[in-house]
């Protein structure tokens, strides 16, 4: 199957420049293309990842994927959907965020430092140098004031105003596509729909500098919306990162694993590399047994082991396990840390207690010694997964996870932390 045949199967392209033409481009040989991110952070979301997967699934056609990492573009400030000017960073933490991002692309994409999985470049490498004059006189002369006023992206801030700062940033996205074009023969630029007008007007550039036959193209993928109509990206706790230390893969898998039925067949196309034929099966199990959700524990598992990798995932699976099982004695203090950071928490010193006293006074997990000794007695409580029933009971390190903290569940469902203090 051509790639772009592929492409428009998982409702994955929005706009193209020249259809015909870049169909048989891509039939007949391999192309290099490339997409860009700025390093306005420190790590991807789930968001950006969106055409990235683009890139993947024409590298895995047999294409060269190129990433460019916007130290330049990103040093003044995209204002594709913004509705007021970003604050500018300070050039080294632009060039921190650069290094961080560089290195999950690697990840991403399987390269090592010097390898072969990607060509990955930093704009700042050709633009870093530039003077203005140059700038003015070889690619200010080129851009109409009329035509970038009328792109959505200048457009759409005009009432509430825009410097001249990020009114210049078409114009510089413009050069990175020429310059990859000229010196790397990259044909095609990838991007989200909110930078169609920065991609055609490189590929306006490109024809005014190479001739009008250059063989240049531009395809932007769809604002993706979760049936609820929101914007997709973000879970109820924020932004869902590609950096474990902001999302733990723990949360990863489970952020997938959760998602609405609706969404499934979507998200399987946009983010699996799982064949047309098993998708369909997949969305067939779902409408027949949707209970089993099976599905969502492919797209998890399949998410999951493409950012984070298989040990991640593996680890991910058994903490899930774990937790709808209650059988939480096999897992590591850090994989109970990881899981339960979000339920309620207590502080403590632990000094050999009764229970009771523990759930009463120390914490208030149960409301009075007489509700508290009722839990223990019918077996509602348990610590360290361990049911205690014995009314008697004396809390000891024995009892916590490395001396760092105690986990108490009381019911089914309902955990507890209590962390440890000297």
Request: aromatic share 10%; proline share 2%.
């Amino acid at each position: 199957m051509n790639i772009i045949d592929e492409l428009e199967w998982r409702d994955a392209i929005n706009q193209q420049t020249d259809e015909d033409g870049l169909r048989e481009l891509v039939g007949k040989e391999s192309i290099a293309l490339y997409c860009g991110i700025d390093p306005t952070g420190d790590s991807m979301h789930i968001g950006h990842l969106i055409p990235f997967m683009i890139l993947k699934r024409f590298q895995l056609a047999g294409h060269q994927p190129v990433v460019l990492i916007g130290g330049g573009t990103g040093s003044i400030g995209d204002p594709s959907g913004r509705a007021s000017e970003r604050q500018l960073q300070t050039m080294e933490q632009v060039q921190e965020n650069a290094d961080k991002l560089s290195a999950q692309m690697r990840k991403l994409f399987n390269a090592g430092e010097e390898d072969s999985g990607i060509r990955l470049y930093n704009n700042m490498d050709w633009l870093g140098g530039m003077k203005f004059l140059d700038f003015l006189r070889e690619f200010g002369k080129e851009f109409n004031i009329n035509t970038m006023l009328a792109k959505d992206v200048v457009s759409s801030r005009l009432d509430t105003g825009i410097s001249f700062t990020e009114f210049s940033y078409q114009i510089i996205q413009s050069i990175d596509f020429l310059h990859l074009f000229k010196e790397e023969n990259v044909q095609l630029q990838v991007g989200g729909s909110d930078q169609w007008g920065n991609i055609t007007a490189g590929l306006d550039l490109i024809r005014k500098k190479e001739g009008s036959e250059a063989e240049a193209f531009g395809l932007t993928i769809p604002l993706l919306l979760k049936a609820d109509g929101t914007k997709f990206g973000k879970s109820a706790d924020g932004a869902v990162w590609l950096d474990p230390e902001k999302t733990t893969p723990y949360e990863f898998y489970q952020f997938w694993f959760n998602q609405d039925d609706r969404d499934l067949d979507k998200y399987l196309k946009y983010f699996t590399f799982l064949s047309k034929e098993e998708i369909e099966e997949l969305a067939e199990l779902t409408e027949k047994e949707p209970h089993k959700r099976v599905a969502q524990k492919v797209l998890a598992e399949e998410m999951t082991k493409f950012v984070h990798g298989q040990d991640a995932l593996d680890e991910a699976i058994k903490i899930s396990k774990a937790l709808f099982s209650g059988d939480v004695q096999d897992l590591t203090a850090e994989q109970i840390e990881m899981s339960f950071k979000d339920v309620p928490s207590f502080e403590a010193t632990l000094e050999d207690t009764d229970l009771v006293s523990l759930l009463v006074d120390v914490t208030g997990i149960s409301p009075s010694r007489r509700q508290a000794r009722e839990d223990i007695k019918n077996g509602a409580i348990y610590l360290k997964g361990e049911r205690i029933q014995d009314l008697g009971y004396t809390v000891t390190d024995a009892d916590s996870y490395d001396g760092r903290f105690i986990l108490v569940r009381r019911g089914k469902k309902k955990y507890f932390m209590v962390h440890l203090t000297n």
